[in-house]
C-alpha cells in the first residue's frame, strides 16, 4: 500500500503513466508518454511450489533519469536481473539497458522452459518404448503445466508486437480501427522495395494517410516516386547490379544469385547497409544478424537448405527446386495422410503460402465461402450505376512501377490507355483514341480508349501500373481499387472493381 501511494503521488509522472501502474487489470503492453517509456511484462514467477508456477507482471516506468518497477509476486527474470546488479556481475548506463536485461531475461526463461519440457517427453518417450510406462501418468500432466505457462507467456508477449496489412494501408495510415487492429496510430514508416502512394488500393486514402502532419516517413528508393515525393527524408538506394543478393523464381522453381558487378555512384547505399546503420545507431548492432555482409547473409540462407553458399552459387548460377516428375504430377497422391485429393475445401484449417500471422485472424467475409469449390459473388458484381467491370492488369513493359519510370518502358508503353470493346465503345460514342473518364465511389481517372474485340463486353482493362503523374489529374489508377479484404487471408483484389464509364469533358 505504501508503494501505491508513493506512485499515486509521484509529481513527475505523467497521468497516464501513473493510472498505468495502479489499475487492478493487466495486458502486456509498451507506451509512451512524453519522455517515458512505460509497460507491463509477462514474466515466470518462482518455482517456490508447484502453486506458484505461472505468470507474473513486472510494470516499469523510466524516463533518462528516474526507474520505476512494481511487482505482485517474486520474479524470476527481475531477481535475476537484481541480484546481478547487487554483485557486480552486470551494470547498465540507463534505465532503458536494464529493462531490455529484464525482458532478455524473460526470453531466456522461455527457451530455458522449452529445453525442460524437450527433455521431460523424451524420458516419457523413451520409458514408453521400453515398455515402462505405467507411470507416466503424472509426468504427463506435469508436461501439460509446463507447456500451459509456456504457451501463456508465449501469447502474452506476442501482444507486444502488432502486424498490419500493407494492402489496406490507406485505412491504416487514416486510422481506421480495424486496420490498426485497435492498436496506436502509425507514426513512422521506412519505406524500401515498395511504392504505395502509387500501387496501394484506395489511393486517395493512402495519400490522405502520406499527409498527415504527425507522420514521418523516410522512403529508400531508387527513382524520385509517387511515394518518395511524399517523404519527409529520401534516401538513394542502389541498383540490382550494385549489391548482392539472391532470388527466388517467378514462374519457375529456381534460386539464382544476383552478385554485385559494379560499384553505386556516390551515395546510393542497398538495404542492407541502412538496415545495419539502423542497428548501430539503435543500439542493437551487437546483436545476431548484424555486423554481416550480403555475402554472409546469403551462405547462411542457403547453407540452412542446404544449397551451397554464395561461392558455389555464384559458380552454378542457379538451383533449381523443381520436384520430381512424380511428385510434381502427385502421382504418388495428395499432401494429405491418406494421399486422397480433398474436394471440400478446408478455407481456413490448411497451410497457405502468404498466410497472415495468426493475430491478424482471418479476413473477408469467410462464411461466404462454398463448401465446395464454385463460384461465388464475392465480388463487386456490376450494376445500373456501375455496368463495367475492371481489372488493372500489369503491362508488357511494366513489371512493377520501378518500370514505368525508365525512358524505354514508359516509350513503348506511350500513355495510360483503357482497353474497352468495339461494341461498347459504339454505345458510348466512343472512337480509339478519345478521353474516357471511368470511376466509382472511390473516385474517378481519365485514361484514352483503345478498342480492343479480345475482350469481353461489359469488362475493361487498365495496364499499368503507371506513374499517378502520367495520368491527367495527377491520380493514378489505384484510386478506383478497394482495400477490402478477400476471404479467407486477405490481400489486394486489384482486379475486382466495378466502375461507370463516359466520355470526358
Not at 546510393?268 to 554472409?296: A, C, K, W, Y
Not at 497451410?351 to 465480388?379: C, Q
Not at 478497394?482 to 461507370?500: E, I, L, M, Q, S
Amino acid at each position: 500500500m505504501r508503494a501505491r501511494h508513493e506512485i499515486a503521488t509521484e509529481p513527475a509522472l505523467p497521468p497516464p503513466v501513473r493510472d498505468a501502474f495502479l489499475t487492478a487489470g493487466h495486458g502486456c503492453h509498451i507506451d509512451l508518454e512524453g519522455d517515458w517509456l512505460y509497460g507491463d511484462l509477462p514474466d515466470l514467477r518462482h518455482d517456490y511450489s508447484a502453486e506458484a508456477r505461472g505468470l507474473g507482471h513486472f510494470r516499469f516506468a523510466f524516463n533518462d533519469t528516474m526507474l520505476i518497477g512494481g511487482r505482485k509476486q517474486p520474479l524470476r527474470s527481475v531477481d535475476n536481473i537484481r541480484n546481478a546488479i547487487d554483485n557486480g556481475s552486470r551494470k547498465f548506463r540507463s534505465p532503458a539497458e536494464l529493462i531490455e536485461a529484464v525482458m532478455g531475461q524473460s526470453l531466456d526463461g522461455m527457451a530455458t522452459e522449452l529445453g525442460s519440457l524437450g527433455d521431460t517427453l523424451d524420458g516419457i518417450e523413451d520409458r514408453i518404448v521400453c515398455d515402462a510406462w505405467h507411470s507416466e501418468r503424472q509426468a504427463l500432466v506435469d508436461a501439460r503445466r509446463q507447456l500451459v505457462v509456456i504457451h501463456r507467456q508465449m501469447a502474452t508477449l506476442t501482444t507486444l508486437f502488432r502486424h498490419l496489412d500493407h494492402s489496406r494501408i490507406g485505412p491504416v495510415l487514416t486510422g481506421a480501427a480495424d486496420a490498426l487492429y485497435g492498436g496506436p496510430p502509425v507514426t513512422a514508416l521506412l519505406i524500401q522495395n515498395t511504392n504505395p502512394v502509387n500501387v496501394a488500393p484506395e489511393q486517395r486514402l493512402v495519400k490522405q494517410g502520406f499527409l498527415r502532419d504527425d507522420l514521418f516517413s523516410c522512403v529508400h528508393e531508387q527513382f524520385m516516386t509517387d511515394t518518395a515525393k511524399l517523404g519527409d527524408v529520401v534516401l538513394p538506394a542502389t541498383m540490382f547490379l550494385e549489391h548482392d543478393d539472391v532470388y527466388k523464381g517467378g514462374g519457375n522453381q529456381h534460386i539464382t544469385l544476383g552478385p554485385k558487378l559494379i560499384d553505386p555512384p556516390e551515395g546510393p547505399r542497398s538495404n542492407h547497409f541502412v538496415i545495419e546503420e539502423l542497428g548501430n545507431r539503435l543500439g542493437v548492432g551487437d546483436r545476431p544478424g548484424f555486423g554481416m555482409t550480403e555475402q554472409q547473409h546469403i551462405d547462411i540462407i542457403l547453407g540452412k537448405r542446404g544449397l551451397g553458399s554464395f561461392s558455389s552459387l555464384k559458380e552454378q548460377k542457379w538451383v533449381d527446386l523443381q520436384p520430381d516428375f512424380e511428385a510434381a504430377h502427385f502421382i504418388d497422391g495428395f499432401g494429405h495422410a491418406d494421399g486422397k485429393f480433398r474436394f471440400r475445401a478446408d478455407w481456413t484449417g490448411q497451410a497457405a503460402p502468404n498466410r497472415p500471422p495468426k493475430s491478424m485472424g482471418l479476413f473477408g467475409p469467410v462464411a461466404s465461402l462454398p463448401e465446395f469449390p464454385d463460384h461465388v459473388d464475392l465480388i463487386e458484381v456490376a450494376d445500373e450505376a456501375h455496368p463495367f467491370r475492371l481489372t488493372t492488369s500489369p503491362a508488357r513493359n511494366f513489371l512493377n512501377s520501378t518500370f514505368s519510370e525508365t525512358p524505354v518502358s514508359k516509350a513503348k508503353e506511350g500513355r495510360p490507355e483503357l482497353l474497352l470493346h468495339p461494341d461498347d465503345a459504339a454505345a458510348y460514342g466512343l472512337a480509339n483514341g478519345d478521353r474516357v473518364e471511368i470511376g466509382n465511389a472511390r473516385g474517378e481517372v481519365v485514361l484514352h480508349a483503345r478498342l480492343f474485340d479480345g475482350i469481353k463486353r461489359g469488362v475493361v482493362v487498365a495496364e499499368g501500373i503507371w506513374p499517378n503523374s502520367a495520368h491527367e489529374r495527377g491520380e493514378g489508377i489505384n484510386v478506383l481499387t478497394g482495400a477490402d479484404a478477400p476471404a479467407p487471408y486477405g490481400g489486394a483484389a486489384f482486379h475486382d472493381n466495378k466502375v461507370w464509364l463516359r466520355p470526358a469533358n
